[in-house]
């Protein structure tokens, strides 16, 4: 089953930083706090992760010029 979320936070950096933040996978267990417990580069642009419901799999897939931040 395919989950969606959006979240919203208010902060004092510029939007190109913070989307380079979280445009980086590694940086997912920081933010995205109660769905992945730890992540680490597997080969070919796949990311395997620890999650709640166990392991998983993320493929990023980001549009900086649209900012949309994306995964499957």
Do not use: C, Y
């Not at 936070?9 to 730890?38: C, G, M, Y």
């Not at 680490?40 to 709640?52: A, F, L, S, V």
């Not at 419901?53 to 931040?69: A, N, S």
């Amino acid at each position: 089953m395919t989950r969606s979320a959006t979240k919203t936070i208010q902060n004092q950096a510029s939007a190109d930083r913070v989307f380079a933040f979280a445009a980086n996978p590694a940086n997912l267990p920081k933010w995205a706090i109660h769905n992945v417990k730890a992540i680490r580069h597997d080969k070919d642009g796949i990311w395997e992760m620890d999650t709640p419901r166990g392991p998983g799999r993320f493929v990023p897939r980001f549009q900086l010029e649209l900012g949309i931040l994306e995964g499957s």
